[in-house]
């Protein structure tokens, strides 16, 4: 029988929750609002990124939405204000999901995908394994601030950056003889730094929404466009396979830098940056 609001799906889910395959799975249940949500996100071509901030120390709160294999690894962190910062992560990006597809955070379950470069199952993108929704995710954070971005279909990527000084050893080995000129050639202090962490954020949302990390393509050979305000185009090839992106930064309040890559060639409707996660869309 299946449960009101439910629909019954046939699907194999290949995916790992921490370093622990999950079963192969023939009949699930699907709710019937996240097959909606999803539906939805696919014809709007909408996607929703969140932003929360992160403290010092792990709020029970947070704690109590985690799974056992993420609350192994939040115990696993030396640190607590880097174990806080995991958990308000997962859990913001749980709550987040939950509220997009219409169930509880605990009915949500994250795990990485197959990597597309070598096949690895510990180092692919982050994905929802449950429900079994075609739902592309990625996670990011930094020193005050997580960032969640959620799109229907396969890819898409943030990253988010705490500003500060242009450290010009990275700079020369990161960005492309133009993005260096433009960026080196802005006045030393906020105005460069703000330049720099665009450039690097921009960077790193489209490898990680190709879903490759560095192994992909390297930084340096990477443009984009800093010198633009956005949306641009980037362009990134990994084995001779070229791929397209819309690379657009986003504004959240404080000293961070974010931006957001989803891919060319198909429907781009809204981008929806949400308040932090409990204080309302």
Same mark, same amino acid.
């Given at each position: 029988?299946?449960?009101?609001?439910?629909?019954?799906?046939?699907?194999?889910?290949?995916?790992?929750?921490?370093?622990?395959?999950?079963?192969?799975?023939?009949?699930?249940?699907?709710?019937?609002?996240?097959?909606?949500?999803?539906?939805? $996100?696919?014809?709007?071509?909408?996607?929703? =990124?969140?932003?929360? +901030?992160? *403290?010092?120390?792990? @709020?029970? &709160?947070? !704690?109590?939405?985690?799974?056992?294999?993420?609350?192994?690894?939040?115990?696993?962190?030396?640190?607590?204000?880097?174990?806080?910062?995991?958990?308000?992560?997962?859990?913001?990006?749980?709550?987040?999901?939950?509220?997009?597809?219409?169930?509880?955070?605990?009915?949500?379950?994250?795990?990485?995908?197959?990597?597309?470069?070598?096949?690895?199952?510990?180092?692919?993108?982050?994905?929802?394994?449950?429900?079994?929704?075609?739902?592309?995710?990625?996670?990011?954070?930094?020193?005050?601030?997580?960032?969640?971005?959620?799109?229907?279909?396969?890819?898409?990527?943030?990253?988010?950056?705490?500003?500060?000084?242009?450290?010009?050893?990275?700079?020369?080995?990161? $960005?492309?003889?133009?993005?260096?000129?433009? =960026?080196?050639?802005? +006045?030393? *202090?906020?105005?460069? @730094?703000? &330049?720099? !962490?665009?450039?690097?954020?921009?960077?790193?949302?489209?490898?990680?929404?190709?879903?490759?990390?560095?192994?992909?393509?390297?930084?340096?050979?990477?443009?984009?466009?800093?010198?633009?305000?956005?949306?641009?185009?980037?362009?990134?090839?990994?084995?001779?396979?070229?791929?397209?992106?819309?690379?657009?930064?986003?504004?959240?309040?404080?000293?961070?830098?974010?931006?957001?890559?989803?891919?060319?060639?198909?429907?781009?409707?809204?981008?929806?940056?949400?308040?932090?996660?409990?204080?309302?869309?």
């Amino acid at each position: 029988m299946t449960p009101r609001g439910s629909t019954t799906i046939d699907t194999t889910v290949e995916a790992t929750t921490g370093a622990t395959p999950d079963a192969t799975i023939s009949e699930v249940y699907v709710p019937d609002t996240a097959l909606a949500a999803v539906e939805r $996100l696919r014809t709007l071509g909408e996607v929703h =990124v969140w932003w929360w +901030p992160l *403290g010092d120390r792990t @709020d029970p &709160a947070d !704690h109590a939405v985690l799974d056992a294999v993420e609350r192994g690894r939040a115990r696993r962190f030396h640190a607590e204000a880097d174990a806080a910062a995991f958990t308000a992560t997962r859990a913001g990006a749980r709550r987040a999901i939950a509220g997009l597809l219409g169930i509880t955070p605990g009915e949500v379950g994250l795990g990485r995908r197959i990597c597309p470069g070598c096949g690895d199952p510990e180092h692919g993108p982050p994905s929802v394994v449950r429900p079994p929704v075609p739902l592309a995710v990625s996670l990011s954070r930094t020193a005050g601030i997580g960032a969640l971005a959620v799109r229907a279909g396969d890819w898409v990527g943030v990253d988010v950056e705490a500003l500060r000084p242009v450290d010009d050893n990275l700079a020369d080995v990161v $960005l492309t003889p133009s993005e260096r000129a433009y =960026v080196m050639g802005r +006045p030393r *202090g906020p105005e460069r @730094d703000a &330049a720099f !962490h665009r450039t690097w954020t921009r960077k790193e949302a489209v490898v990680k929404a190709v879903g490759l990390g560095l192994l992909g393509m390297e930084l340096h050979a990477l443009d984009v466009r800093p010198a633009d305000p956005g949306p641009v185009e980037v362009v990134h090839t990994y084995r001779s396979e070229t791929t397209r992106w819309e690379v657009r930064d986003l504004a959240v309040p404080g000293p961070w830098s974010v931006s957001l890559a989803r891919p060319l060639g198909s429907a781009l409707g809204e981008v929806r940056l949400h308040a932090p996660a409990g204080e309302g869309t």
